[in-house]
């Protein structure tokens, strides 16, 4: 008789522990401040453009109060807050603060420029304010009692503008490339599905992005800032060029861009940065060899000269 197999599929949170619960929305009120001339704010999510990414001065200010830790059914001693900083591209957290909550309730947390500088500049990541248990604890029903387990947590988005709605990226090694009929050493590949003038549909992404693995391993792994920032503007402007020449056969034809679709959202980027532009300039300018004037301005709005000369 042979033995079922079973393997995880996905994390599961259980909640509640019924004797904590009072700490559940301990950091519901926690807020951020992006600039220095902005106030602080709880809500969650942003649209960082990249002009702005430059004057990015992140504090998070969690929130907690003295009356959630005093009602709490478990020692204040043994609870932390912790402040960290993922750029999920490259994969990379920061832990930026952490602090026990034996003596004072946690102030406003700064995240430094450097932090910024390692995560790609800014404009990519997800901040997240977390409670957790700073020991392990005595089993007992109703309480956690691992270490790290977080008791109450709080996320900010913050993302460049999308020309085009989410897409698949994935590493790929020297072998998948030469499968793929490309020189082993190939940089990155585009592979274009559909739909890039119709309504956005989260489950069908219109797109697969590879890179080479030693790239993103990289990029991900070793704390290279100063690299970093001028191969990611250069593939914020690149990638959206080869879906819009693999897509032109679809849209060549429209006289605007169908509501909410990547199309949509890319022709208003481009508006942004050449406010004369019009559906036919942009139908023209993508049907010439190479698209350089297409290619101009989204480099140009990346900044990537700014981001090449300060590596």
Same mark, same amino acid.
């Given at each position: 008789?042979?033995?079922?197999?079973?393997?995880?599929? #996905?994390?599961k949170?259980?909640?509640?522990f019924?004797?904590?619960?009072?700490?559940?929305e301990?950091?519901?009120?926690?807020?951020?401040?992006?600039?220095?001339?902005?106030?602080?704010? &709880?809500?969650?999510?942003?649209?960082?453009?990249?002009?702005?990414?430059? =004057?990015? #001065?992140?504090?998070?200010?969690?929130?907690?109060?003295?009356?959630?830790?005093?009602?709490?059914?478990?020692?204040?001693?043994?609870?932390?807050?912790?402040?960290?900083?993922?750029?999920?591209?490259?994969?990379?957290?920061?832990l930026?603060?952490?602090?026990?909550?034996?003596?004072?309730?946690?102030?406003?947390?700064?995240?430094?420029?450097?932090?910024?500088? =390692?995560?790609?500049?800014g404009?990519? @990541?997800?901040i997240? +304010?977390?409670?957790?248990l700073?020991?392990?604890?005595?089993?007992?029903?109703g309480?956690?009692? @691992?270490?790290?387990?977080?008791?109450?947590?709080?996320?900010?988005?913050?993302?460049?503008?999308?020309?085009?709605?989410?897409? &698949? +990226?994935?590493?790929?090694?020297?072998?998948?490339?030469?499968?793929?009929?490309?020189?082993?050493?190939?940089?990155?590949?585009? &592979?274009?599905?559909?739909?890039?003038?119709?309504? +956005?549909?989260?489950?069908?992404?219109?797109?697969?992005v =590879?890179?080479?693995? &030693?790239?993103?391993?990289?990029?991900?792994?070793?704390?290279?800032?100063?690299?970093?920032?001028?191969? @990611?503007?250069?593939?914020?402007?690149?990638?959206?060029?080869?879906?819009?020449?693999?897509?032109?056969?679809?849209?060549?034809?429209?006289?605007?861009?169908?509501?909410?679709?990547?199309?949509?959202?890319?022709?208003?980027?481009?508006?942004?940065?050449?406010?004369?532009?019009?559906?036919?300039?942009?139908?023209?300018?993508?049907?010439?060899?190479?698209?350089p004037?297409?290619?101009?301005?989204?480099?140009s709005?990346?900044?990537?000269v =700014?981001?090449?000369?300060?590596?």
């Open positions: 008789m042979s033995t079922p197999k079973y393997h995880k599929t #996905a994390t949170d259980v909640r509640p019924f004797e904590v619960a009072t700490l559940e301990s950091l519901k009120s926690a807020q951020i401040r992006l600039y220095e001339d902005q106030p602080f704010t &709880d809500v969650a999510s942003f649209t960082i453009e990249s002009q702005d990414a430059t =004057r990015l #001065a992140i504090v998070v200010r969690p929130g907690i109060t003295e009356a959630t830790l005093a009602s709490a059914g478990i020692a204040r001693s043994k609870l932390v807050v912790a402040v960290t900083a993922v750029n999920p591209f490259l994969k990379r957290t920061e930026v603060h952490r602090m026990l909550l034996k003596d004072d309730v946690p102030g406003d947390v700064a995240i430094g420029s450097e932090v910024l500088e =390692r995560l790609g500049g404009s990519n @990541m997800t997240e +304010v977390v409670l957790c700073a020991t392990d604890l005595k089993k007992e029903a309480k956690p009692f @691992m270490q790290g387990h977080w008791l109450s947590k709080k996320s900010f988005e913050l993302r460049p503008p999308k020309p085009t709605e989410d897409f &698949d +990226v994935e590493p790929m090694g020297d072998e998948g490339w030469k499968a793929m009929g490309f020189p082993p050493k190939t940089l990155y590949h585009v &592979d274009y599905y559909t739909g890039f003038n119709e309504p +956005v549909d989260k489950s069908r992404p219109i797109a697969k =590879r890179i080479h693995e &030693d790239v993103h391993k990289k990029l991900a792994v070793e704390n290279l800032p100063a690299m970093s920032r001028p191969i @990611m503007a250069f593939l914020a402007a690149e990638i959206p060029c080869q879906l819009l020449a693999a897509s032109l056969t679809e849209w060549k034809d429209a006289a605007a861009p169908e509501p909410r679709s990547p199309l949509d959202a890319f022709f208003k980027r481009l508006k942004r940065i050449e406010p004369q532009l019009t559906m036919t300039d942009l139908t023209n300018w993508a049907g010439e060899p190479g698209m004037r297409i290619r101009a301005l989204l480099h709005d990346q900044e990537s =700014r981001k090449v000369v300060e590596a």
